[in-house]
């Protein structure tokens, strides 16, 4: 035992057991990722903490809150209707000038999904970790690494009774698009204005949409620059309607655009606005290294966000579910080094690696046209019946009929 500070019995969530000082794996962090992390670091025979600064963990939602149901399935999670509201099956994308592609999942390939309630969603990723053994320590704020001879040795922070130093073999960093903990390590997260979008949304009620099941896109720079606007379904008449710009593209904040947007369409300027969120997406693809001595970087904090649609809780899952599992692994095998965690970087890159690149570049040729190239594109891919969503299928289509096209989309196909 080398911790520095006992933990007031209090903050364990656990009235009945004296929170240890000194921990295999400390979690900085205690969203999908952290959560996930949490749980495969326990699960897989480590003592585990978790620490989130919420004092509830999912509030303020941030979130879309839409997920494909394949991540559910890769870890065994069963869809509870407590958080998982609405299932979707069907994509509309609109372009600039309203031209509309519709695309519905004939065959059940994984890309069905839901539209989450994130608010209990975490919570129950949270249990779930304190359930196969993590602790958990809410309303707690990290606000610094504790050295021992030169190497991450653990966290010291601001809790609900004063400040707390842990011990910890290995920190994982699942501190989100805001993370300072990775950067504290010496890691390089620094993001550009053009790196992250900038969103607003509204849970609206009283709204029309067309139909339940279908996730609702729209493009052009006029709605939202660099980005685009979303209808998500949560209900009989209740949607998620939110937007993301980029900083060097927007003239004008996120929500006012969001606002001309919601007046612009007749289903949705008749309801009434429940709940604003706000919050920044990392679209910049992964950073370099996600892992150090003693650490390891996770989800949003890693920047392993799909670029292109700015969907990150399958991945932040993913990461944390490979993190928790290495880590506790290297533990328990008394080698926390750089080297030895380089096992999480392997891993979550072959599963995810190749994807994030694709639809970076995917990204950045559609920043690259104009309104009247995507009304264009959107005009090829108008009349074909699709039956499974799959950039792969649209990219041959588009190439297809516009042969000039490939040099602008290699590499995608
Ligand atoms: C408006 C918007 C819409 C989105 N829509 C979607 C969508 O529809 N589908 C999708 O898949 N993704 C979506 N995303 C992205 C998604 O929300 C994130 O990718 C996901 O939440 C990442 O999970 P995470 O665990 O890495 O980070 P987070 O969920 O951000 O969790 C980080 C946690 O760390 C805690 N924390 C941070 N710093 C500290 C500290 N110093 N001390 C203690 N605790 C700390 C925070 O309190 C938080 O609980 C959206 C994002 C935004 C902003």
């Known amino acids: 035992m080398h911790g520095l500070r006992r933990v007031p019995e209090n903050l364990s969530g656990r009235g009945d057991k004296v929170m240890e000082d000194k921990y295999d794996v400390v979690v900085v962090g205690a969203g999908p990722a952290g959560s996930t992390a949490a ?22 939602v941030q979130c879309g809150e839409a997920i494909a149901e394949d991540i559910l399935n890769e870890l065994g999670i069963k869809p509870d209707r407590r958080w998982a509201v609405n299932r979707t099956n069907a994509v509309k994308i609109v372009s600039p000038s309203g031209i509309e592609i519709r695309i519905s999942e004939k065959k059940v390939t994984g890309k069905v999904g839901y539209v989450l309630n994130r608010k209990v969603f975490d919570k129950f990723l949270a249990v779930r970790a304190v359930k196969a053994g993590a602790e958990a320590m809410i309303g707690s704020y990290v606000n610094g690494l504790v050295f021992k001879n030169g190497r991450i040795g653990g966290i010291r922070g601001v809790g609900l009774d004063g400040k707390f130093e842990v011990a910890a073999d290995v920190v994982i960093a699942a501190d989100g698009v805001g993370s300072r903990v990775a950067r504290w390590a010496g890691l390089n997260t620094a993001l550009r204005f053009d790196d992250i979008e900038t969103c607003a949304q509204f849970q609206m009620v009283g709204v029309d949409f067309e139909s339940l099941s279908m996730l609702e896109f729209y493009l052009g720079s006029r709605i939202s620059p660099g980005g685009y606007a979303w209808v998500f379904p949560k209900g009989d008449d209740l949607a998620n309607v939110g937007l993301g710009v980029l900083g060097s593209r927007a003239e004008r904040r996120p929500i006012e655009y969001l606002r001309d947007f919601v007046s612009r369409m007749p289903g949705l300027s008749k309801g009434k606005i429940v709940e604003v969120n706000v919050g920044g997406v990392p679209v910049c693809g992964p950073i370099e290294e996600t892992v150090g001595d003693s650490l390891m970087v996770v989800g949003d904090a890693a920047r392993q966000v799909n670029p292109l649609t700015g969907g990150g809780i399958d991945s932040a899952m993913r990461a944390g579910t490979i993190a928790g599992e290495v880590a506790a692994k290297a533990v328990e095998e008394g080698d926390t080094s750089k080297e030895r965690l380089k096992e999480y970087e392997r891993r979550w890159k072959e599963a995810m690696g190749k994807r994030l690149t694709r639809y970076l570049k995917a990204k950045e040729i559609l920043l690259g046209l104009s309104d009247g190239e995507l009304d264009k594109l959107a005009e090829v891919l108008r009349g074909v019946k699709f039956d499974r969503i799959s950039l792969t299928d649209m990219l041959k289509v588009l190439v297809k009929a516009n042969p000039k096209l490939l040099w602008k989309l290699r590499g995608l196909l």
Request: aromatic share 4%; glycine share 10%; net charge positive.
């Open 39 to 60: 749980y495969s670091a326990a699960k897989n025979g480590a003592r585990v903490l978790m620490v989130d600064r919420r004092r509830e963990l999912g509030v303020p």
